[in-house]
């Protein structure tokens, strides 16, 4: 099975950026998602295709991606940003979600 | 507005069945493909299971298949997840979500439900 590995959990002082890594193999030839979900909700589209943001997301969330790893920047990361984060991919007819990284802001 | 609700969950003993159902609304249901997607107390995100828009394709996570069933009603614009055999592992948040894009699969959810809660338990 297709694996995608994230760091279990990221520190961030407000106002600073926050960088998520996700890493599997052959990830260039792959298209990853990003989501957010906060306790109690469900998980919301930040990124898409890599780099695109949905409508609504703002733009201090941004995707970028080099060899077989994606990573998601939180720039002027705010208190409302504290979450778990999920990347995603498609491997082998399987959607593919990350291990999962908890962002807190300090 | 685009909307997804689940409903259907509950508590369940294992070996016990459940069919959860996900009522859309706000888009041409029947253009799109739909998940399953579940969060266990504790864990991460897994997806559990797809079917596309019009072709009928259909496919599962090697920890769900052969026990639960995905389908859809595009005249009810409902999506179904038949759930037979379960087990204390498969309790947690059930969510059903949209793929982003018109007739295709594999890219990302942009729509999700709230939720509908499986519990397995004796």
């Known amino acids: 099975s297709y694996d995608l590995t994230q760091p279990p959990s990221v520190s961030v002082s407000p106002g600073q950026t926050a960088t998520i890594t996700c890493s599997g193999e052959?990830?260039?030839?792959?298209?990853i998602s990003w989501y957010q979900q906060k306790p109690g909700q469900s998980p919301v589209l930040v990124i898409y295709?890599?780099?695109k943001r949905p409508s609504g997301i703002p733009e201090r969330f941004s995707g970028s991606k080099s060899g077989n790893a994606a990573a998601l920047t939180i720039s002027g990361t705010q208190a409302m940003d504290e979450a778990d984060y999920y990347c995603?991919?498609?491997?082998?007819?399987?959607?593919?979600f990350g291990t999962g990284t908890k962002v807190t802001v300090l | 507005e685009v909307q997804l609700v689940e409903s259907g969950g509950g508590l369940v003993q294992p070996g016990g069945s459940l069919r959860l159902s996900c009522a859309a609304s706000?888009?041409?249901?029947?253009?799109?493909?739909l998940s399953w997607v579940r969060r266990a107390p504790g864990k991460g995100l897994e997806w559990v299971s797809l079917?596309?828009?019009?072709?009928?394709?259909?496919y599962y996570a090697d920890s769900v298949r052969g026990r639960f069933t995905i389908s859809r009603d595009n005249s009810k614009n409902t999506l179904y997840l038949q759930m037979n055999r379960l087990r204390a592992e498969d309790t947690a948040q059930y969510y059903c979500?949209?793929?982003?894009?018109?007739?295709?699969?594999?890219?990302?959810?942009?729509?999700w439900g709230p939720g509908t809660t499986v519990t397995v338990s004796s």
């Open positions: 995603q991919a498609w491997d082998s007819n399987t959607h593919v």
């Open positions: 079917i596309s828009s019009r072709d009928g394709m259909i």
């Open positions: 706000g888009f041409t249901f029947s253009s799109y493909a």
């Open positions: 295709q890599d780099i």
């Open positions: 052959k990830l260039g030839d792959k298209y």
């Open positions: 979500a949209k793929e982003i894009h018109y007739d295709s699969i594999g890219h990302a959810f942009n729509v």
